[in-house]
């Protein structure tokens, strides 16, 4: 495991959760010329890509399904990224999952999840109804 994704837990529906990833490990400490993904699978659900941030930082990509409530984000340094998720409803319920890459396009977003060999062991964020 080299990230490592927290931030996870139980909020009601039309709360809100931060969660976290950083690097973890000797492969690499920061970010940097890193492309970053965040994915979530569901119970009995393939793992799909939730939001990402391109190796500049300059490209931010979002699925259909958070797009207005979700938001990636770094600091000056990436040291870490961010996913600040608001107005959550039962089915953002999911293991999520940071993952990073040093391949692929500058300035675009990779949305598969072959492009990306690093990852994180996951969060868990419960909605309740």
């Known amino acids: 495991v080299q990230l490592q994704a927290s931030g996870g837990g139980l909020v009601q529906a039309g709360g809100s959760l931060r969660l976290s990833c950083e690097p973890s490990?000797?492969?690499?400490?920061?970010?940097?010329?890193?492309?970053v993904g965040w994915f979530r699978q569901a119970p009995g659900k393939e793992r799909e890509f939730v939001a990402g941030?391109?190796?500049?930082?300059?490209?931010?990509s979002y699925a259909d399904s958070v797009k207005g409530r979700f938001t990636i984000s770094t600091d000056a340094s990436k040291s870490a990224v961010s996913l600040q998720m608001s107005r959550l409803n039962p089915e953002d319920t999911a293991l999520y999952f940071c993952?990073?890459?040093?391949?692929?396009?500058?300035?675009?977003?990779?949305?598969?999840?072959?492009?990306?060999?690093?990852w994180g062991q996951g969060t868990l964020v419960t909605v309740s109804s």
């Open positions: 490990g000797l492969t690499f400490r920061t970010f940097s010329d890193y492309a």
């Open positions: 941030m391109s190796r500049s930082t300059r490209g931010i």
């Open positions: 993952a990073a890459t040093a391949r692929g396009p500058y300035n675009s977003v990779t949305k598969r999840k072959v492009d990306y060999p690093y």
